[in-house]
């Protein structure tokens, strides 16, 4: 049983309202993407990328959005108690369907699993299927949500890559930067990130390892 909160440098994360709970995955993103002056968390849950992204920008207005009304109140009590309070909104909206000014950045730990079983808990399909957020819709959002000059970062399974990849070509995205993330030296990378933009731009590449003098440092200013 995962524990009820998680203590970063800064904050306080609790999760028990919430069917995802703290990740490497999201970690690693809200460490990794770049930020703006605006910036939107699609699929909070938890609210863990919003408080990483206020903390990484102190300039920033974070917006965090959730389909899941009990991951929402958990996020708005995370928030309130952290230093961060007020320059972060968690709203209760469907991606989908949320108008808002346009974001300078945008961030999002998406549903990863396309065609395989759902699970009996609603909550727990709701966060990890992509049958109420697909990548389609998903990559129309943060394009119509994005400035022109702005920058979409996600973390996507290795066998979901393609498929998104294909996804945002479609809706006129260039990829600018991708990261290989690995468990070991010596295996595939399980995970990616990935940033796009309106426009192109040379792709940065680069590798990551968890456990390694890349992933503390990327943590550092997080991770008790």
């Not at 999002?108 to 396309?114: A, G, T, V």
């Not at 697909?134 to 949500?145: K, V």
């Amino acid at each position: 049983m995962a524990n009820d909160y998680f203590q970063f440098k800064q904050f306080t994360v609790r999760q028990s309202l919430c069917a995802m709970k703290v990740g490497t995955d999201g970690t690693i993103l809200g460490a990794w993407a770049r930020g703006g002056k605006r910036v939107l968390d699609i699929g909070t849950g938890t609210g863990l990328i919003a408080l990483m992204m206020a903390q990484r920008y102190a300039e920033a207005r974070v917006v965090g959005i959730d389909i899941d009304a009990e991951a929402v109140v958990q996020a708005r009590e995370n928030v309130m108690s952290s230093p961060f309070a007020e320059r972060i909104a968690i709203e209760h909206s469907d991606v989908k369907q949320y108008e808002a000014p346009l974001f300078d950045a945008i961030v999002s730990n998406p549903p990863y699993f396309i065609d395989s079983l759902e699970s009996s808990d609603a909550r727990r399909t709701l966060a990890r299927h992509t049958s109420m957020l697909t990548y389609a819709a998903l990559m129309d959002s943060g394009w119509r949500l994005l400035t022109e000059d702005g920058e979409f970062s996600v973390i996507i399974p290795f066998d979901c890559k393609s498929h998104l990849e294909m996804e945002a070509v479609m809706r006129g995205f260039f990829k600018v930067r991708e990261w290989a993330i690995k468990t070991t030296a010596t295996k595939k990378p399980r995970r990616y990130l990935m940033a796009f933009r309106k426009h192109h731009a040379e792709l940065e590449k680069g590798e990551g390892i968890i456990g390694s003098e890349w992933y503390e440092k990327l943590t550092k200013d997080f991770y008790i």
